[in-house]
């Protein structure tokens, strides 16, 4: 359950937005981006474990959950910075699931100074590479179901990418797919379909990854598509300090599923990071 106490709004300059996010615990800043249609609740199960050793800062990406909608051309990196540099912190460790880690590898791209270690999980960069046909069903889906109106449908679409291709939802602790529907419908809500994209996407971050020099984890789910995990494995591969593990028997969402085996890693590599870093 999310603690209402530590949840605060970052006003932007241009005064009609705003981006609400979690600040709690002291320490080391940590970093908790989200994925896509959801928000910084996907992250409760590991929020109350992290706080103990950092202080932990998990925004709501602009147009996701409690955050405002974008009223004009934006990066989602751009605002992560704006935020940091707004609460005095950074370097920080910087962990992101499938859009948010793609924001993160962003970060390190654009703001590197704001970054002291990235962990990923399903994500390569923001410019992702789709083949598999199970994702591209699951996309035709989402449009048929947007286009209809039918948001019911496509939350339903939507939330099957939790499962990865060898499951269905019922396959899946129940909780965990409540949980995500709830997040993804308050952010579906706030959007309407002729609403206009405002993102500018960072480029060529793939040929740029190679610049990426501080260390990198990818903690992918072992029952996610070939598209996530190919693609985290690449950027490992790509970084001077890249490594990946997995969470065996999980799909898109690790840290919801399997929280205790996702957060022994992710305490070992930031543990790992530390103390590399007071040598």
């Known amino acids: 359950m999310t603690d209402t106490s530590d949840a605060f709004s970052f006003e932007f300059d241009d005064g009609r937005s705003h981006l609400v996010y979690r600040d709690a615990g002291s320490g080391q800043p940590l970093v908790l981006l989200h994925g896509g249609f959801v928000d910084h609740r996907m992250w409760d199960d590991q929020i109350a474990v992290l706080t103990r050793d950092y202080r932990v ?46 924001i993160a590898v962003d970060t390190a791209l654009e703001h ?50 939790s499962t990865g291709p060898s499951r269905t939802l019922d396959e899946i602790d129940p909780d965990v797919v ?15 379909p002729d609403e206009p994209d405002h993102q500018v996407p960072v480029t060529d971050t793939w040929e740029r990854a190679a610049k990426i020099t501080v260390p990198v984890l990818a903690i992918n789910g072992g029952l996610d598509s070939e598209d996530h995990i190919g693609a985290a494995e690449r950027l490992v591969g790509i970084v001077a300090d890249g490594r990946a593990t997995t969470v065996e028997g999980t799909g898109h969402y690790p840290n919801m599923e399997r929280p205790e085996v996702f957060n022994g890693i992710l305490g070992d590599f930031l543990r790992t990071v530390s103390a590399a870093r007071a040598d």
């Open 112 to 161: 590197p100074d704001l970054v002291r270690a990235l962990v990923t999980s399903g994500v390569g960069t923001s410019e992702p590479v789709f083949q598999d046909p199970w994702i591209g069903e699951i996309r035709d889906e989402e449009m048929r179901t947007l286009a209809a109106g039918d948001i019911d449908g496509w939350i339903a679409a939507f939330t099957r990418l």
């Open 178 to 192: 409540r949980r995500l529907r709830e997040m993804t419908r308050r952010t579906i809500a706030k959007h309407t």
């Open 57 to 102: 800062i998990a925004p709501d990406a602009r147009g996701h959950g409690g955050s405002s909608n974008a009223t004009g051309p934006f990066r989602h990196t751009d605002d992560l910075a704006a935020l940091l540099r707004h609460l005095d912190t950074g370097p920080a460790l910087v962990v992101g699931l499938s859009m948010g880690g793609a």
